[in-house]
């Protein structure tokens, strides 16, 4: 588990400020869910998946409770959802920490982030097709182009079992190909050995049973009608019929957003689907849902490599040096600031070079000095601290219109 500093703390903010622009004009509502919910709640997420069987942090509380911090957030949205009974659709967005205990690496760690959507109470295929184009215009708002979105379909529950089952005969039948964890795999979930990325099962998954001769009439037009409805609004994708997710709620559609220049163990940036009978399984009512989810470091490290979505400067705009005691800099700080104006000092009563050190390692654009002079006749002078220009002495009146139109050319110039 990782700090998270300056200037990268920052951009989490802007990562998480711009999910919330794209989310909240569709009309989602911000859920936060807690970090902590009894282990029943993520129970459901599959008994044959890692992040329920090996990666779960859980233990009992004071309270002889099971708890756990949450892996994911889908779970904890139904459960609350279960609990308050809003109107349906119910559309719900979030952000926020996550915990799988996983071997860490590039992309993965066993603290991450996430920004996710999840809308709840209807079956059209629209909504899938709203969820799945929030996704990829959040990914293009960043600036990244080389991510690729994978769709498939799991077929409705009946589909589904039949797909498995058939996918368990024929990985049984080849099983002394399968790589020894694979066959470990298979005897948990076979969908999962198709996920497999090594070179050994290559062969046998490249002849595995395909799910869509396995799809009702249903789950075909339903997967017919989120494709065409992307292709209309310009979302482009690819089928890939072996596409299955790591978590087992998935039912009909799923999708992921590959990054196109990570490591293709962790090159899922997103992903998500529909997941219909989860709200059931806690307790609820029938009520379909889909929903997605983007990782959030994975996907900085993708705007990295693209070059795309850097770390904003937060460097100052103003740095005021008083060498009078340092009552003129709160009073010129309070003002500057008040207008919005990024304003920095120094404490300590230091002197007129060491303050001006400071200034010049703030990055700021301004030097706005009170020495001796300045303080009895109620002037200040300003020093462009990245030109040759002279500096100029204004009246105190006139320091903070100057400065914020100097400032605002400045910024009219970029
Ligand atoms: P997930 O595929 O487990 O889905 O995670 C979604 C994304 O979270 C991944 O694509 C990845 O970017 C990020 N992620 C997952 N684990 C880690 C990790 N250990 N380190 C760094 N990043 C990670 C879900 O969580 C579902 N709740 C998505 C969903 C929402 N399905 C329907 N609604």
Avoid at 228 to 248: E, H, N, S, W
Wanted: hydrophobic content about 40%.
């Amino acid at each position: 588990m990782r700090d998270i500093v300056s200037p990268e703390s920052a951009r989490w903010r802007r990562f998480v400020d711009s999910f919330e622009l794209i989310v909240g004009v569709a009309g989602y509502e911000l859920v936060i869910p807690p970090l902590l919910e009894d282990i029943g709640v993520f129970n459901r997420l599959g008994e044959a998946t890692d992040v329920v069987t090996k990666e779960m942090y859980d233990f009992v509380d004071k309270g002889e409770r099971h708890v756990a911090l949450r892996p994911e957030q889908t779970a904890s949205i139904c459960r609350s959802f279960v609990q308050h009974r809003p109107t349906t659709p119910f559309k719900a967005w979030y952000s926020g920490p996550n915990f799988r205990y996983e071997k860490p690496q590039r992309g993965r760690y066993r603290q991450f982030d996430q920004v996710g959507v999840e809308v709840l109470g209807s079956l059209d295929p629209y909504v899938d097709i709203e969820v799945v184009q929030l996704g990829w215009s959040f990914l293009a708002s960043l600036g990244l182009s080389r991510v690729e979105l994978a769709i498939n379909s799991l077929g409705e529950p009946d589909d589904r079992a039949r797909y498995v089952a058939a996918l368990n005969a024929y990985f049984l039948e080849r099983t002394n190909e399968l790589s020894p964890e694979s066959q470990q795999t298979l005897t948990r979930n076979p969908l999962r050995v198709l996920d497999s990325k090594r070179s050994e099962d290559a062969a046998v998954i490249a002849d595995a049973p395909l799910i869509n001769s396995f799809w009702s009439d249903t789950a075909a037009a339903h997967f017919s009608t989120v494709c065409d409805g992307l292709t209309a609004v310009g979302v482009p994708y690819t089928i890939d019929l072996k596409l299955v997710r790591g978590l087992d709620y998935y039912r009909g559609t799923t999708f992921e957003f590959r990054g196109g220049t990570l490591d293709s163990a962790q090159n899922a940036l997103g992903g998500g689907g529909r997941y219909d009978g989860l709200v059931a399984d806690l307790g609820g009512p029938e009520t379909p849902g889909v929903g997605f989810a983007i990782g959030l470091e994975r996907t900085l490290l993708a705007c990295d490599d693209e070059g795309v979505f850097p770390a904003a400067d937060q460097s100052a705009d103003v740095f005021v040096v008083d060498v009078c005691g340092g009552s003129v800099a709160l009073e010129i700080c309070t003002e500057l600031r008040s207008l919005g104006i990024r304003t920095e000092r120094s404490w300590d009563d230091r002197s007129m070079k060491s303050q001006m050190k400071s200034a010049n390692r703030s990055g700021a654009r301004f030097a706005v000095i009170i020495g001796e002079d300045e303080d009895q006749s109620d002037t200040a002078v300003i020093r462009d601290l990245r030109s040759d220009a002279e500096q100029v002495s204004v009246s105190r009146s006139n320091l903070a219109p100057t400065l914020k139109s100097r400032l605002s050319s400045l910024q009219g110039a970029v």
